[in-house]
């Protein structure tokens, strides 16, 4: 059963080692998944930029060969 991290902590109480664990757990998968996220977007934005690259290589070609 899941609990609170924050249940029994008031201002001044120091953190039990297990709640410590949870947040450093948590803080760790937040910036896997932030850093997963990143990842996927720069290779989206890289696929695409080398598309248009090639696509506009291919119509420089055929611009020259018709010229």
């Given at each position: 059963m899941?609990?609170?991290?924050c ?6 109480d ?17 910036c ?5 996220e990143a990842?996927?977007k ?7 930029l ?10 420089l ?7």
């Open positions: 899941r609990t609170d991290i249940e029994d902590v008031r201002a001044g120091p953190l039990t080692p297990q709640q410590e664990e949870r947040i450093r757990q948590l803080v760790r998968e937040e896997y998944f932030r850093d997963r990842l996927i720069l290779t989206a934005m890289t696929l695409l080398k598309l248009a690259g090639t696509l506009m290589l291919g119509l070609l055929l611009a020259f060969r018709f010229l």
